[in-house]
C-alpha cells in the first residue's frame, strides 16, 4: 500500500468534505501541519468541527479557515492568539467548546484506544462539570468526559518512513501523537521521508497502524508565534 502522496491537496482528495470534525495537531504554531491546514481551506470545505489545542492566528495556521468561514465549531484549550477568533465568538458566529488542555490530550488519547468515556477530578465544580455526569470514588468528585473521534486527524511529524512510523520533534510531540491516533483517517505532513527499516523501532513515537497517508513538505515556514526581542 503506497500511503505517499504527492502534495496536500492531493493528499485530501477524496476524504475531506463539509460537516466533518478534523483533528489538527499542534501547540501553538509549533509542530502544525500547515501545508495540510493550507490545503484544507483550499478545498473550500465548510461547516467544520476542529478539535485543536489552539487556532492559530489571525494569518497562518487554523486562523486562515476562521477567516474563510469554514468553521463552525472550535474543540480547544487555549484560543487567546487569534481577534478573528474572538470577534467569531463574541458576536455568536462561532461555537466553542473550551476543554482543559490535559482533559482535550486525554480524549484524544482515549477516543484512539477505543475507549468512550473516562472519569477526571479537573472541572468538577465548574462550568466545565456542567450538563456532565459526576460520580464519586473514593470519597471525590469525578467528572465523566466523553472521548474524541475525528472524521480526519491532520499531523505533523518530522520524519516518516515509508510504512507510516512516525518520528516527532521536541513541542511538535505534545499533541500529535494523540491527533494521529484519534483520526479515522489521519494524513501525516513530514520533513523527511525515508524507507523502510531506516528508522530505530526503538525510536518510533507512532506506529504505522495510524497513518493512511503522509506528504512531504521538506521546507516549512515555522513561524514564531511570539517574537521577543532585547532593546538593547
Same mark, same amino acid.
Given at each position: 500500500?503506497?500511503?505517499?502522496?504527492?502534495?496536500?491537496?492531493?493528499?485530501? !482528495?477524496?476524504?475531506?468534505?463539509?460537516?466533518?470534525?478534523?483533528?489538527?495537531?499542534?501547540?501553538?504554531?509549533?509542530?502544525?501541519?500547515?501545508?495540510?491546514?493550507?490545503?484544507?481551506? *483550499?478545498? !473550500?470545505?465548510?461547516?467544520?468541527?476542529?478539535? =485543536?489545542? &489552539?487556532?492559530?492566528?489571525?494569518?497562518? %495556521?487554523?486562523?486562515?479557515?476562521?477567516?474563510?468561514?469554514?468553521?463552525?465549531?472550535?474543540?480547544?484549550?487555549?484560543?487567546?492568539?487569534?481577534?478573528?477568533?474572538?470577534?467569531?465568538?463574541?458576536?455568536?458566529?462561532?461555537?466553542?467548546?473550551?476543554?482543559?488542555?490535559?482533559?482535550?490530550?486525554?480524549?484524544?488519547?482515549? %477516543?484512539?484506544?477505543?475507549?468512550?468515556?473516562?472519569?477526571?477530578?479537573?472541572?468538577?465544580?465548574?462550568?466545565?462539570?456542567?450538563?456532565? @455526569?459526576?460520580?464519586?470514588?473514593?470519597?471525590?468528585?469525578?467528572?465523566?468526559?466523553? =472521548?474524541?473521534?475525528?472524521?480526519?486527524?491532520?499531523?505533523?511529524?518530522?520524519?516518516?518512513?515509508?510504512?507510516? &512510523?512516525?518520528?516527532?520533534?521536541?513541542?511538535?510531540? *505534545?499533541?500529535?501523537?494523540?491527533?494521529?491516533?484519534?483520526?479515522?483517517?489521519?494524513?501525516?505532513?513530514?520533513?523527511?521521508?525515508? @524507507?523502510?527499516?531506516?528508522?530505530?523501532?526503538?525510536?518510533? /513515537?507512532?506506529?504505522?497502524?495510524?497513518? /493512511?497517508?503522509?506528504?512531504? *513538505?521538506? !521546507?516549512?515556514?515555522?513561524?514564531?508565534?511570539?517574537?521577543?526581542?532585547?532593546?538593547?
Amino acid at each position: 500500500m503506497n500511503k505517499v502522496y504527492p502534495d496536500a491537496a492531493s493528499a485530501l !482528495a477524496g476524504i475531506v468534505s463539509d460537516g466533518q470534525t478534523i483533528a489538527v495537531g499542534g501547540f501553538g504554531l509549533c509542530g502544525i501541519p500547515e501545508a495540510l491546514i493550507l490545503a484544507l481551506r *483550499n478545498a !473550500a470545505v465548510k461547516q467544520l468541527t476542529v478539535i =485543536s489545542n &489552539n487556532a492559530g492566528v489571525d494569518d497562518f %495556521g487554523l486562523g486562515q479557515l476562521l477567516t474563510t468561514r469554514q468553521i463552525k465549531k472550535m474543540i480547544s484549550s487555549y484560543v487567546g492568539e487569534n481577534k478573528e477568533f474572538a470577534r467569531q465568538y463574541l458576536a455568536g458566529e462561532l461555537e466553542l467548546e473550551f476543554t482543559p488542555q490535559g482533559t482535550l490530550a486525554e480524549k484524544l488519547r482515549a %477516543g484512539g484506544s477505543g475507549i468512550p468515556a473516562f472519569y477526571t477530578k479537573t472541572g468538577v465544580g465548574t462550568i466545565v462539570a456542567e450538563g456532565k @455526569e459526576v460520580r464519586e470514588f473514593d470519597g471525590e468528585q469525578y467528572v465523566m468526559e466523553r =472521548s474524541l473521534v475525528a472524521d480526519v486527524s491532520l499531523v505533523k511529524a518530522y520524519m516518516a518512513d515509508r510504512a507510516g &512510523n512516525l518520528v516527532y520533534r521536541k513541542t511538535a510531540r *505534545n499533541f500529535n501523537p494523540n491527533v494521529a491516533m484519534a483520526g479515522k483517517i489521519t494524513v501525516v505532513e513530514v520533513e523527511k521521508l525515508v @524507507e523502510v527499516g531506516e528508522i530505530d523501532p526503538d525510536q518510533v /513515537h507512532t506506529p504505522s497502524i495510524f497513518v /493512511h497517508r503522509i506528504v512531504v *513538505n521538506a !521546507a516549512p515556514e515555522k513561524r514564531i508565534e511570539q517574537r521577543t526581542v532585547r532593546t538593547k
